[in-house]
């Protein structure tokens, strides 16, 4: 039989080792929670309208700064060369500040506008005489479109035997132009950056080495097109949906595919 010594010391291990394992759990969560997170911008484009030579974006960028607690969003009218993919002209529609309420009952996010008085979008695309983007239909695509180490590629699919894939933009031409149109200022940034970032850096910059523009960027099903353009323009969505890194979702101009028939 047990001595009543004998118990009570393997009742007090086992009460040392929960309060342990607790103590560890906790200090584990606290840790987390307090740990700084990396900073993280996304910006996302959405086709308006399009000229003989430019096209017009509204861009949502979202700057997330190393902290769990605030972020900010701009909306912006951005103008890109369809041929370079430079930024032409952008003018700021809309600026708002988040902020967490740490004295709410339930998680809060306070709204701050930073802006009076924005850009007029849709004054600025009668200006230029943009034709607007057409309606997304329901119907069968009749081309299809992959992503590959060699470019965008493309086949016609309402055929009965299938066609070869055919290259539509080189993988180089596709990065140099995304370059360009994923480009924002180091200006509008409310935290310090690597001093060899330049003036504005690019948000698109994939290394070879460990990850290739297929491995990061997926396809939107069909392109979108507007009246009276011979363009189309094929959607990148290039972010993995993690808040602590950088991404953009934006649009590649191509011209109708050559496809035989």
Known sequence: ??????????????WIIAIYAVFTLQFAMLSGA??????????????????????????????RPPSYYEYKKRIELVELSIASGTIEQQCLVRETAYEYDFEASQETWEE?????????VFDVLTMRGANYIEPEGMGPHYYEFQLTNE??????????????????????DIK????????????????????????SFSL????DEYETLPDICEL?????SALRQEWLFQKFICWSGDDDSHGAVFYLPIKSPPVDE
């Open 1 to 14: 039989m047990m001595s009543q010594k004998f118990v009570l010391s393997a009742v007090f291990g086992q």
């Open 34 to 63: 307090n740990a700084t997170p990396g900073s993280g911008i996304v910006i996302s484009d959405h086709i308006i309208g399009t000229t003989s030579t430019t096209f017009f974006v509204i861009r949502t960028t979202t700057l």
């Open 220 to 224: 939107n099903a069909a392109p979108v």
């Open 112 to 120: 701050a506008e930073l802006l009076e008085s924005g850009c007029q």
């Open 176 to 199: 140099t132009r995304a370059a360009e149109m994923t480009k924002i200022s180091r200006s509008i940034l409310s935290w310090q950056t690597d001093d060899d970032l330049g003036d």
């Open 204 to 207: 698109f910059n994939p290394d």
């Open 151 to 172: 470019g965008l590629l493309v086949r016609k699919t309402d055929l009965d035997d299938p066609r070869p894939w055919q290259l539509m933009v080189t993988l180089a």
